[in-house]
């Protein structure tokens, strides 16, 4: 609706139309019209700055691990404004089987983990945020219901990420202080409500392998991005929806091998492996068991250091400064 609106804004004044587009991934005339400042400005938004890629990893390690856990539940069909039971139910598997498989497995390995939740998510399940908090992971934020954040004004943006904000710190009993948003689908207006927020890192960017400073149109903002890629995420390997072409295409041993390759890149280069999955995918049988076997191979490479999200960019951070 708003990019409609917009659109028309720009049809009358096409030398200014930037300012009308805040928060929309899309502008509605076509970009080969745009004049050189456009396209730049538009660039030049979010970037990346200064890597933070420590010269060495805490204790001497050579490695980083961060595993993130995106607790999307219910909200993956809800964010669409569907109520189908039958697509519900694939969510709710997510909370009463995938995070407990989680958790059992990541206290088997004495590691901790981060988990991004959406605020609606952390409402369905207060125990399992509980238990989240009390087994010593680390909440961050993933949204209000898993909206599409380029949807949005910036006044509704600003709206959910402040609910969410205090819906987590009610259920994980202190303040998050990083965030993913939702599908790592970024706003023109993400990162000034994350300075708002006072956030110490975002982790829904793919500017590099390693961490680094985000820059708020040219000046540094101090908030560390810890990258994400889709070759490092679940989803796209392991994904299902009926109603759509989506099909899981990869065997679960295959994923491990990418996953496995991008940790050995990692190695090689002393810098930041982090994984996203999700509960309701990683948590099945066949693909919890390929899970345990990568934390396994990880473990025995010595000079591993597995960290939260929020330890290593406090860790990256303090070494940059
Ligand atoms: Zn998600």
């Not at 917009?6 to 049809?11: F, I, M, P």
């Not at 810890?226 to 929806?241: Q, S, T």
């Not at 491990?256 to 996203?276: H, K, N, V, Y």
């Amino acid at each position: 609706m708003r990019r409609r609106s917009g659109a028309s804004v720009v049809r009358r004044a096409p030398a200014r139309p930037a300012a009308h587009h805040a928060t929309g991934n899309g502008a509605g005339d076509p970009a080969w019209t745009w004049d050189e400042p456009r396209w730049r400005a538009a660039v030049n938004k979010v970037r990346a700055g200064r890597s933070l890629k420590p010269a060495r990893w805490k204790n001497g390690a050579r490695v980083c691990v961060a595993l993130s856990f995106d607790s999307d539940h219910e909200t993956s069909t809800l964010r669409e404004g569907s109520t189908s039971p039958g697509r519900l139910a694939q969510g709710e598997y997510g909370a009463r089987v995938g995070v407990p498989r989680i958790l059992d497995l990541l206290r088997r390995h004495e590691l901790h983990a981060s988990f991004f939740v959406p605020g609606v998510s952390a409402k369905l399940h207060p125990d399992e945020q509980r238990r989240v908090v009390a087994e010593g992971h680390e909440i961050g934020l993933h949204g209000w219901i898993h909206e599409g954040t380029s949807e949005l004004t910036e006044s509704a943006e600003r709206e959910l990420m402040r609910r969410a904000f205090d819906t987590l710190t009610k259920a994980s009993g202190r303040p998050p202080v990083g965030v993913r948003v939702p599908s790592w689908d970024f706003s023109a207006t993400t990162l000034p409500l994350i300075r708002e927020l006072g956030l110490l890192y975002d982790s829904s960017l793919m500017a590099d392998d390693e961490p680094y400073e985000l820059v708020d149109d040219g000046k540094p903002t101090g908030i560390v991005e810890l990258p994400v890629e889709w070759i490092k995420d679940d989803a796209p390997y392991l994904g299902m929806n009926r109603a759509t072409a989506i099909r899981p295409y990869t065997a679960p041993s295959a994923v491990r091998d990418i996953f496995r390759a991008e940790f050995e890149g990692a190695l090689a280069e002393g810098g930041l492996f982090l994984l996203t999955m999700h509960p309701h995918i990683i948590g099945h049988r066949s693909r919890i068991g390929m899970l345990d076997e990568l934390i396994r191979y990880m473990k025995g490479v010595p000079g591993v250091w597995f960290a939260t999200h929020e330890e290593v960019a406090r860790y990256c951070k303090a070494a940059a400064s």
